[in-house]
């Protein structure tokens, strides 16, 4: 038991050893047998230190079967090459990676500075269903050679998606599934249960929304993901499209051109103070007023959002207009202070 454990321990992550997978199935031509993958691939020739025994054949035949399904899940072509004297020999089966099925579009190159880039923006993701599409793009990035500048590597931010109900929707879209949850809207008394066929998730102004079709109102509706208030329930199938031949992407390009339009309708006019925080993250069409204050105007969505992120920054921030933002604010301050009465200084 001491034995597999430390074995355990230092055996590769799945991660690397997969990679080490992609680069032997993509170096060889006639493709190689499980054998010679477990002889020769780093992860599976070097896994344990009683490598014949019936323990640890089973453990790398387990293994050898989760990395195919997740390369394949990856979109990694994975080609399978029967062999003719022995058809449905599963030990004599050949596998390798096409390189014309995984190389980059004809014409398309990166430097080394824009592959960094690329490389960085994948490592941004760190979960859901982007974090799939950022594993595919750095396993394509690298597995093809791809040359990067190392040092931008290690500055990468992480940005999650915390909103509980992102994967279930996620998983709805795809399967073309409507769903069902508890929305909790400001003014209005308690959460209501809303019917949706999900459409599209975008990310805008620091937030996610789920573009749908809803089914009580008949018509298409965007709410907030940090809004939803229970985990979205799939209740059927949309069995016939309201959008034939319109795809997720597209649904979620209409809908950030609606957004853009509301926020060029919707405008806030305020004062930032000069050197501040706020007049760093807060930007807009400024021009400079008396003292120490910048005039900032900015368009917005939604009105209680925007109210939320200006009382955040506290006094470094002045509401002009409109009053229904000024009125927000005041009310957010107001119970701020009122929560820390009694609390020493």
């Not at 982007?130 to 594993?135: A, G, M, P």
């Not at 590597?153 to 069902?180: H, K, N, W, Y």
């Not at 789920?210 to 949309?238: C, H, K, N, T, W």
């Not at 609606?258 to 806030?268: F, I, P, S």
């Amino acid at each position: 038991m001491t034995h597999e454990r430390t074995d355990r321990a230092k055996a590769p992550a799945a991660a690397e050893r997969q990679f080490s997978l992609i680069l032997a199935l993509l170096t060889t031509e006639r493709g190689l047998t499980k054998s010679d993958v477990f002889q020769t691939v780093h992860g599976y020739a070097d896994d344990s230190r009683d490598s014949t025994s019936p323990t640890a054949a089973a453990a790398r035949e387990k293994r050898f079967e989760r990395d195919k399904a997740e390369l394949r899940d990856l979109g990694v072509p994975l080609e399978v090459i029967d062999d003719p004297s022995a058809a449905g020999n599963n030990q004599l089966v050949r596998y390798r990676v096409p390189r014309g099925g995984f190389a980059m579009p004809a014409g398309l190159e990166f430097d080394a500075d824009e592959t960094s880039l690329l490389s960085l923006a994948a490592q941004v993701w760190r979960e859901g269903s982007v974090s799939q599409e950022s594993r595919r793009g750095l396993m394509k990035l690298k597995a093809l050679g791809a040359q990067t500048h190392e040092d931008l590597i290690g500055v990468a931010p992480r940005l999650r998606a915390r909103d509980a109900a992102f994967e279930p929707l996620s998983a709805a879209i795809e399967q073309g599934r409507t769903v069902s949850f508890s929305y909790s809207k400001p003014g209005d008394d308690g959460a209501g249960v809303r019917r949706v066929e999900p459409l599209a998730l975008v990310f805008a102004d620091g937030n996610w929304l789920l573009v749908s079709y809803d089914l009580d109102r008949a018509s298409e509706r965007m709410f907030l993901l940090s809004r939803i208030v229970s985990a979205p329930r799939q209740i059927g199938s949309a069995d016939v499209s309201r959008y034939p031949g319109v795809t997720a992407e597209q649904h979620a390009a209409r809908a950030l051109e609606k957004l853009a339009e509301l926020a060029g309708r919707q405008r806030a006019r305020l004062e930032v103070r000069e050197g501040s925080d706020a007049e760093v993250r807060l930007r807009g069409d400024t021009r400079a007023t008396s003292g120490p204050w910048l005039e900032v105007e900015l368009g917005y969505t939604d009105v209680s959002l925007l109210a939320d992120r200006i009382a955040s920054f506290g006094p470094e921030v002045r509401v002009i207009s409109p009053p229904e933002l000024r009125r927000l604010v005041a009310s957010r301050l107001a119970w701020v202070v009122s929560a820390h009465a009694g609390v020493p200084s």
